[in-house]
RNA sequence: GGUCUUGUAGCUCAGCUGGAUAGAGCAACAGCCUUCUAAGCUGUGGGUCAUGGGUUCGAAUCCCAUCGAGAUCACCA
């Protein structure tokens, strides 16, 4: 039981007691006292006056009187207006570091092999170009969120579904034969998905000219834009791809195995990965199924043209269409597919998407789809809607170049990462090896921290020109915490301090020391809360402010110098305990932490 | 136009399941390294919580309206 359901518990006895009226235990509100108070947690009042017949102070005290005399666990109380402060003994404090010193795995609830299973979708890439700064939004998001639900127990699949077929991939491929010089990786030592998303660009500047061509000789732009020999020979690809052309399934599979590589690259620096990866070339097929079956079932009907539509105007959406006139599928039917295989293939209990806010329609639509085509679970996919990553003159624009490439920015953080460090003198003794490797986990930090620290829900806005902060509310500062800690740690061994053995539960500590202790209490009902809320951000903003809190106290107290054997061992329990919780939570959002920096 | 999201310090963001004087970081300025890592710590200045109403003992938080920003309503994905 938590210390916060134990008090409620003592104050509904004592109101019950005094006032004779039953409260809910849950309904009393308990916050944690303000700093410019005396006391550990804050019992609110004002709910109870009325009863009372009584001023908010002098209920207070009353009610504070009461619990101080019965119960040990409540040493002192003082009463503001209407806040009832109560302080905490340092022996419960004392004995609560303990167990979170002894349990290496504080916090997190691991799954068993009857846990429920929750299926995570993210990053689904295209195959036509280079992962960017809304992909690594993503990617950090659904593996965050991963790690986060598993420590609430649930056995998670990480999933990725790649639109690897369609016209996007036919332009790179088109423009690739007729401009591409036979070009690959390997001859010019570009990454395959660069390569490619190279030729995605060409095939546009190509395609405008041609457009512009047909304009200039009379046609309007609509006209052009369906005419023009490139798109009409990307479509005819299309078509020859879904009648398994050999030539265009070779070609296809050369340059899909080229960007798999690159994004390999590119998804193990980030340090993400999935449980099972879907291809759109492999669902889509199951997805024109449904919707045929659909159609029989009158659930969807068929236009003159013989494009298949689904009426939704009855729940306040439009009409959707599910396939092309011409009978190839779009983006919607695919999804359909994917999403019974996945239940085929899987006993999911929860379906989760990370994708960005601007498909807020689409998933609506897709629950509803679902539905109609009798599948119970329709109703329960979560769409976890994040904002998008703006630039600040607003949206990213691959017409305008200003799309931030991810491999580009991780590369120049990791670089920023070293000089710092060099700047900094850190890292004399260490080898060139250890260095990049250091570089490494704090230029990654500092990306991921900057991003994840921000609510999902909301857009976000990243500026290229100003590098992204080492100091203050940052991935490094949180790590620096961990490396000045660990360094700790290990002069303690060196002077053969044996920290490992019980404490003395009867200890005098300090006020920083016991709030320490009171927000290493919180961490589990934050990784709680974060799993409920799909919220990496909590996670983020636990751990600075944790990190904040030590470091005030590593400031102001000494460890290995304290004279006092008890204390010290006590000072190097809660260092260690920090350490710890700070290490699972930055692990929580896909962040390293290093042994020095 | 319909639907949805959003508006907090110069900038980037917390706080939003109603509670005490609205918090951090960056930027600016002023201090602190013979003392466990100064990527740190301390201090100063900086706010009509978009605006107006309402509910309440109490509203940045909940409700309504207005204004601003964004997304979406494609035979694109």
């Not at 295209?126 to 639900?149: A, C, D, M, V, Y």
């Not at 639109?163 to 990786?185: V, Y």
């Not at 209490?521 to 636990?542: C, H, M, R, W």
Request: charged content about 25%; hydrophobic content about 40%; glycine content about 6%.
């Amino acid at each position: 039981m938590s210390l916060e359901s134990k008090i409620q518990f003592i104050v509904s006895q004592s109101v019950l007691s005094l006032y004779k009226i039953e409260t809910e235990a849950s309904h009393i509100q308990i916050q944690k006292t303000k700093k410019e108070f005396e006391g550990d947690l804050t019992v609110v009042v004002f709910p109870f006056v009325k009863a009372a017949r009584k001023s908010p102070e002098a209920t207070g005290q009353e009610i504070g009187a009461l619990i101080c005399q019965q119960n040990p666990l409540v040493t002192s109380f003082n009463v503001i207006k209407g806040f009832l402060n109560l302080t905490i003994s340092k022996t419960y404090w004392l004995d609560t570091l303990t167990e979170i010193f002894e349990n290496h795995s504080y916090g997190i609830k691991l799954p068993t092999a009857d846990s429920d299973i929750m299926m995570i979708e993210y990053s689904s890439p295209n195959t036509n170009k280079p992962l960017h700064l809304g992909h690594i939004r993503n990617n950090l998001l659904g593996f965050s969120i991963s790690e986060i639900q598993k420590a609430n127990g649930w056995q998670v699949v990480k999933t990725n579904i790649v639109n690897d077929r369609g016209i996007h991939i036919c332009k790179s491929m088109l423009a690739w034969q007729k401009f591409g010089n036979a070009e690959t990786p390997q001859s010019t030592g570009m990454k395959g998905d660069h390569l490619v998303g190279k030729y995605y660009v060409v095939f546009d500047q190509a395609y405008k000219v041609q457009i512009a061509e047909l304009i200039e000789k009379g046609a309007t732009e609509d006209e052009a834009k369906k005419n023009a020999p490139l798109i009409v020979e990307a479509q005819q690809m299309l078509l020859a791809w879904e009648r398994n052309d050999p030539q265009v399934r070779q070609l296809w599979e050369t340059m899909n195995g080229w960007v798999y590589a690159g994004f390999d690259q590119t998804y193990i620096r980030m340090g993400v990965n999935f449980d099972k990866i879907y291809y759109e070339s492999e669902t889509y097929l199951i997805g024109k199924e449904e919707v045929e079956r659909g159609v029989r079932e009158n659930e969807f009907y068929v236009r003159p043209d013989k494009s298949v539509w689904a009426d939704l105007t009855s729940k306040g959406l439009d009409e959707k269409l599910l396939l092309r006139a011409d009978g190839t599928s779009v983006y919607m039917t695919q999804d359909i597919g994917t999403a019974k295989l996945r239940y085929d293939d899987y006993d999911i209990k929860k379906m989760v998407y990370v994708v960005g806010n601007e498909q807020n329609y689409h998933f609506q639509v897709l629950s509803l789809l679902l539905d109609k085509l009798g599948y119970s679970w329709g109703n329960d996919l979560v769409h976890f809607s994040y904002g998008m990553v703006e630039l600040p003159e607003g949206k990213m624009k691959s017409r305008e170049g200003t799309v931030v490439d991810a491999d580009d920015l991780m590369a120049e953080m990791i670089d920023t990462a070293r000089d710092t460090a060099i700047e900094l003198g850190k890292l004399e003794q260490c080898t060139s090896q250890e260095i990049a490797e250091v570089a490494r986990i704090v230029g990654l930090g500092a990306l991921k921290y900057f991003i994840l620290k921000v609510d999902p829900r909301k857009n976000m806005t990243f500026n290229p020109r100003e590098s992204i902060d080492f100091n203050g509310n940052t991935g490094p500062f949180i790590q620096y915490t961990h490396a000045r800690i660990k360094s700790v740690l290990r002069k303690a061994v060196e002077q053969h301090i044996d920290f490992g053995t019980k404490i003395d539960n009867t200890l005098l500590i300090s006020e920083k020391e016991t709030n320490l202790i009171q927000l290493l209490t919180d961490f589990p009902s934050v990784i709680k809360q974060a799993g409920d809320e799909f919220s990496p951000a909590l996670v983020a903003n636990y751990c600075y402010e944790l990190v904040k809190e030590f470091n005030q106290f590593y400031h102001d107290f000494s460890i290995l110098k304290e004279e006092n054997e008890a204390l010290k061992k006590f000072r190097l329990q809660l260092a260690a305990s920090v350490a710890n919780v700070v290490k699972i939570a930055m692990g929580l959002l896909g962040i390293e932490v290093p042994e020095r920096m």
